[in-house]
């Protein structure tokens, strides 16, 4: 107990003292997962969108897939990114392993599949509503994408959000890809995992408590939107 | 507006549908219904609940296919763009201002930009909304947001005007509102056809009556015969309001 109180107050200081690893480390995992993030949203939403009111054959097994893939375990992820970018792998010549390209292309990865099947759930569901006026005006289908994806843009925002939240936490593919590297790939959870294991318990709950403090705002920023777009039917 | 003296734009004319049925659900809703459209007088639809008036309103519209029958538009099978203007017994307003809704709508009908501020502020005055442009459109109050379902299909300049019962939530002011911009827009030349159950509204406004019973239509009249004279038993029921569906 006596180590937990001394490792804690470490931590704080840590935190207060803005030391220089750790801001390193937070500064790398969310250029990651943000990034990521980003890159999912530009694939994710369009292809949630064109999953949701697109007519096409296999429409419907698409989406059960990517449906599947939300769950997608990380540490497969990560091995599978692994084996392709592995000197020998098919992508090998790039020579992105345990770079933080490689995180990101492993994150991404994870989150796509996330953020498009919140937005085609979505977007379906708005559609219902507004497919008959947007039909009479005699909107393109490539308008009425838009034009659901804009009036959507709470709810999108939203599984964007929970994409940053599955990113931030993630461990199994960036300590697989990346490799923990100290200044190169060492994001707050795989530095969790190392400091834990090598007893340096100040570091690791530094981390954390930032870690959680991330959440914690992620959530806020979810329920704050919820509440304001709730109160200002989107104007 | 557009211009009076433009001569109508081919094509839309005459709106034929020819035993047009739709049935769903195991149910025949509108029955072996033939009628043509033509530009001219302003036509309300009247019938009770269930009647298949909205149902009407699709099937002209385009956005619902009849089960059985045809419906031809001039000599096409389809109504061209923008031609047919509909306003839904419970409109739709998108999840932005009310000017951006009428930003969408005439960027949808083709107009660029730069002359987009000025029409939606004429159209705004029209509804009555200069003072709501920037409010949310949901939030506006369901006589409000008819208001400005009505100009958001009037900016489409359409040969035809569909409306499913757009007064339905509105005090006599707005009501009158509405009722002169529907006016306007028929005398401008937009074919009008209006459903409504208010038959105050429709003594004021029909020119020309269809009474819709059971997804039939049971009478069509010049609007002083349906009122002074109804043939059917239907509308002579209708009228004393008896008629049940
Ligand atoms: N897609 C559908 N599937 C099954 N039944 C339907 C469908 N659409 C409409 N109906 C039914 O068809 C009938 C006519 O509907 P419609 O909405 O046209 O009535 P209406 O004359 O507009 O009535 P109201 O005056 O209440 O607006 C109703 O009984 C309705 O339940
Ligand atoms: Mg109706």
Same mark, same amino acid.
């Given at each position: ?41 530009? =694939? ?13 054959? /296999? ?11 939300? /769950? ?54 708005? $559609? /219902? ?15 009425? =994408? ?29 300590? =697989? ?50 509440? $304001? ?7 | ?53 909205? *149902?009407?309103?699709?099937?002209? #519209? ?10 031809? %538009? ?14 839904? +017994? ?14 969408? !709508?005439?960027?949808? %009908? ?34 409000? +947001? +008819?208001?400005? #379902? ?22 006599? +002011? ?5 009722? !002169?911009?529907?006016? @306007? ?11 409504? &159950? ?14 819709? &019973?059971?997804? @039939? ?20 029921? %209708?009228?004393?309001?008896? *008629? *049940?569906?």
């Amino acid at each position: 107990m006596q180590d937990f109180w001394a490792a804690l107050a470490q931590a704080f200081a840590l935190i207060l003292g803005a030391e220089a690893e750790l801001v390193e480390i937070i500064g790398l995992s969310l250029r990651v997962s943000l990034s990521a993030v980003a890159i999912a949203c530009v =694939i994710g939403l369009p292809l949630g969108a064109v999953l949701a009111v697109g007519r096409f054959p /296999g429409r419907l097994a698409l989406s059960v897939l990517v449906n599947a893939l939300m /769950g997608l375990p990380p540490v497969v992820v990560g091995l599978t990114v692994y084996l392709v970018l592995s000197a020998s792998g098919p992508l090998g010549v790039l020579q992105l392993l345990y770079t933080p390209a490689a995180m990101i292309i492993a994150q991404t990865i994870l989150v796509t599949p996330i953020i498009a099947a919140l937005t085609r759930q979505v977007i379906e569901d708005l $559609s /219902g509503e507004y497919d008959e006026m947007l039909r009479a005006m005699g909107v393109s289908r490539a308008g009425m =994408i838009a034009t659901l994806l804009w009036d959507a843009r709470y709810s999108l925002l939203t599984a964007a959000l929970a994409g940053t939240g599955r990113a931030l936490a993630e461990v199994g593919a960036v300590l =697989i890809v990346g490799g923990n590297i100290n200044h190169v790939t060492r994001t707050m959870t795989t530095a969790i995992a190392l400091e834990t294991s090598k007893g340096e318990l100040a570091m690791a709950l530094a981390l954390g408590i930032i870690l959680v403090t991330l959440s914690v705002i992620v959530s806020a920023c979810v329920m704050g939107l919820r509440a $304001s777009a709730a109160r200002m039917a989107y104007a | 507006m557009r211009d009076v003296a433009e001569p109508p734009r081919p094509g839309l004319w005459p709106v034929t549908l020819r035993a047009v049925a739709f049935r769903a659900g195991g149910q025949t809703l509108i029955d072996g219904l033939d009628l043509e459209l033509a530009p001219g007088a302003l036509t309300c639809v009247m019938g009770p609940n269930g009647a298949g008036k909205s *149902l009407l309103v699709r099937l002209i #519209a385009g956005l619902i296919a009849p089960t059985e029958g045809t419906i031809t %538009y001039g000599s096409a099978g389809a109504p061209a763009k923008n031609r047919i203007a509909v306003v839904f +017994q419970r409109p739709v307003l998108l999840r932005r201002s009310a000017a951006a809704n009428l930003d969408h !709508a005439l960027k949808t %009908y083709g107009m660029p930009r730069a002359a987009r501020p000025g029409r939606i502020a004429a159209l705004l005055s029209e509804a009555g909304l200069t003072a709501q442009a920037g409010q949310a459109a949901r939030l506006l109050s369901g006589g409000e +947001q +008819q208001r400005l #379902a009505l100009v958001r299909a009037l900016a489409a300049e359409p040969d035809l005007l569909l409306l499913d019962e757009p007064a339905a939530n509105l005090d006599p +002011q707005a009501t009158a509102m509405l009722e !002169a911009l529907i006016r @306007r827009a028929s005398s401008e030349g937009v074919k009008v056809v209006l459903v409504t &159950h208010d038959r105050d509204q429709a003594r004021r406004m029909a020119e020309e009556v269809i009474l819709l &019973h059971r997804g @039939r239509i049971a009478e069509r009249a010049p609007a002083q015969a349906f009122f002074e004279n109804p043939k059917s038993p239907e509308a002579r029921a %209708y009228l004393a309001g008896r *008629l *049940l569906l």
